[in-house]
């Protein structure tokens, strides 16, 4: 009986694993691209580092606001699943039922579409405005420089991310590992291929940027046709919209505004970060760019846990308050053990990590960045529970609470103690971060205290 037990529990946790990392992988997807661009900076110089690294935080944090519009899509796709299945075993099947999850994806493409153009004219923008802070001359221009060919790429982007929320919600998320490890290399080779061509260093920062680009349609296409090849998707995937997903499209866009908002306001502390770093040197802003993009990296795979958990606690509502208890145990379980494991490796071998990114930097910005990556630890902690929460409030069906508790956490804690610790106590970045972390550990706190009263109101 109680090996019958523990199977029953390892498989769950599988569940959870099964549905999340695929998810994570898709993440990875995008972030190993900036990653590797991050590494090809390194070889031009500290600063372009600095203004490459600068324009990438500016293409995040209206990357992740695009992505948060779409987000609900899975929940949309699995709430019409599940009421085709409960159709099917009661012996009443209708093609209702599939015409209900193909608008849930026109709908989304419809949203993704719209919501990735304007992103991109925001990323230029914001590129723009760079050249008129007191932020060193040349950092500023390669920040600008990047924007313009960083942002066109939101739109593949945000096309492979409705593309897996369908394949999410089917609970059929494909495989993204050997299209990521493919998409790695041609990044690379395209690197080398436009900083060979180059004539200056303008040149050459936007050169990564348009690779980055390019590569993420190289990834839609390629996901696309793995997702296309499960036979339980075929039948439902559909791209253009039609007359009647009028509702359909500004549900999702309710649901979607308040998540945008939520990861909007959780990635503009991050930029707000960044800019203030650039106020202080080069090589302050050159440290933060390359622990943000390792730290980045970490907090993709919360990313998956907070989508997977969110669809499983979408299907365990259905099952009363027990089953969603028992998902909640299992996702903030995993997330906690995969943060600690993390966090060691960082502590322990921080400079053997840094190296790949700033062998060829001075010892003051090396430096900077060790410390840097210790602080990290506490605020990838902090900020992967509060992203898994919000995911799992969503599936809850609570898609404002986020947004209210991360106000408080960020825009009364965050932000106000980067400026202060960094700027007024003159901590310089270490006090920028310390500040990241009280406005994320705030906001972490909030929101758990949130998510276990809507736990306890559930019958």
């Known amino acids: 009986m109680r090996v019958a037990a523990r199977l029953n529990s390892i498989q769950k946790y599988r569940e959870v694993l099964g549905i999340s990392l695929p998810i994570a992988g898709v993440q990875l997807a995008g972030v190993a691209l900036t990653t590797t661009d991050v590494l090809m900076l390194q070889s031009v110089g500290v600063l372009a580092i600095a203004g490459g690294g600068l324009a990438m935080q500016l293409y995040n944090q209206i990357r992740t606001m695009c992505v948060g519009m779409v987000t609900a899509s899975s929940n949309l796709v699995a709430e019409a699943a599940a009421e085709m299945e409960r159709e099917e075993a009661s012996s009443q099947p209708s093609e209702e039922g599939a015409e209900r999850i193909r608008r849930a994806v026109r709908s989304s493409f419809a949203v993704g579409t719209g919501t990735a153009v304007l992103g991109a004219l ?61 998409s790695i290399f041609v990044n690379i080779a395209l690197n080398w291929s436009f900083m060979a061509w180059a004539t200056s260093d303008t040149w050459k920062v936007a050169g990564i940027g348009l690779s980055t680009t390019t590569v ?95 669809v499983l606690i979408t299907r365990a509502r259905a099952e009363g308050a027990n089953a969603v208890r028992a998902v909640t145990r299992r996702v903030l379980l995993v997330v906690v053990v995969y943060l600690g494991i993390m966090g060691a490796l960082w502590l322990l071998l921080g400079r053997w990590i840094l190296r790949p990114f700033l062998g060829s930097a001075d010892a003051t910005t090396f430096h900077i960045a060790v410390l840097l990556l210790c602080l990290a630890v506490l605020q990838q902690f902090s900020k992967g529970i509060q992203n898994v ?24 804690v965050g932000v106000p103690g980067i400026l202060v610790m960094g700027k007024l106590l003159r901590w310089e970045g270490y006090g920028v971060w310390w500040g990241l972390i009280a406005g994320f550990a705030t906001t972490a706190v909030l929101l758990l205290r949130t998510y276990s009263r809507r736990l306890a109101s559930i019958s």
Not at 220 to 240: G, N, T
Not at 260 to 288: D, K, R, V
Not at 399 to 409: A, D, F, H, N, V
């Open 122 to 182: 925001l990323v230029i923008t914001f590129g723009a405005l760079v050249l008129a802070l007191p932020i060193d001359e040349q950092v500023a221009h390669l920040t600008f420089a990047m924007t313009l060919t960083l942002a066109p790429g939101l739109i593949p982007m945000l096309w492979l991310n409705v593309l897996r929320q369908f394949a999410v919600g089917m609970r059929k998320p494909g495989s993204l590992l050997a299209i990521t490890l493919v």
């Open 216 to 310: 993420q349609l190289f990834t839609l296409l390629a996901f696309r046709v793995v997702v296309l090849r499960i036979p339980e998707l075929q039948p439902y995937f559909q791209v253009l919209p039609r007359a009647g997903d009028g509702e359909t499209i500004r549900h999702l866009v309710r649901l979607g505004v308040p998540v945008s908002l939520t990861y909007g306001s959780e990635a503009a502390i991050t930029t707000i970060a960044g800019l203030a770093m650039g106020t202080l040197s080069p090589q302050m802003l050159a440290a933060h760019n390359v622990v943000n993009q390792l730290a980045y990296i970490v907090y993709q795979v919360c990313i998956g846990f907070s989508h997977g958990g969110s």
């Open 389 to 412: 929460t919000v995911g799992l409030l969503r599936g809850l069906k609570d898609t404002t609470s986020g947004l209210r508790c991360t106000l408080i956490g960020y825009w009364l």
